[in-house]
C-alpha cells in the first residue's frame, strides 16, 4: 500500500546541485539585506556572521566552522539576507 522513499537517492540529487567555491579571507560571502537565494555549507575554514542594527554598528555574532551552513533562511522563505557572512580563512564551501 505504501511507498519506500530512496533516501540515498535524495541525498545524491540534492548534493549533484552544489557547486564548490574557494574563498580568501575577508571575501563576503553574503550582505546582510540583499536578496538572493543561494545556501552554502562550509566544508572547510572559518566564516564570521555579523548584522548591523538600526544605528548603523556591525556587531560580530559568530565564528561559523566546518559542517556549519548559512543561507537557508533566504532559500527557504524568499526573504532577505538576515546577517553578513564573510570568510575570514581560505575557504571551501558547497553552494546550492
Aim: hydrophobic share 40%; proline share 2%.
Amino acid at each position: 500500500m505504501g511507498f519506500e522513499i530512496d533516501i540515498q537517492y535524495i541525498v545524491s540529487m540534492i548534493i549533484s546541485k552544489f557547486k564548490t567555491e574557494l574563498t580568501e579571507p575577508e571575501k563576503i560571502l553574503v550582505e546582510q539585506f540583499e536578496e538572493t537565494d543561494t545556501m552554502f555549507l562550509l566544508a572547510k575554514g572559518a566564516c564570521e556572521v555579523s548584522i548591523v542594527d538600526e544605528k548603523k554598528n556591525r556587531h560580530k555574532l559568530k565564528v561559523m566552522r566546518p559542517g556549519d551552513y548559512f543561507g537557508e533562511i533566504s532559500l527557504i522563505y524568499g526573504c532577505k539576507r538576515t546577517a553578513t557572512v564573510k570568510s575570514s580563512k581560505y575557504s571551501t564551501l558547497a553552494m546550492l
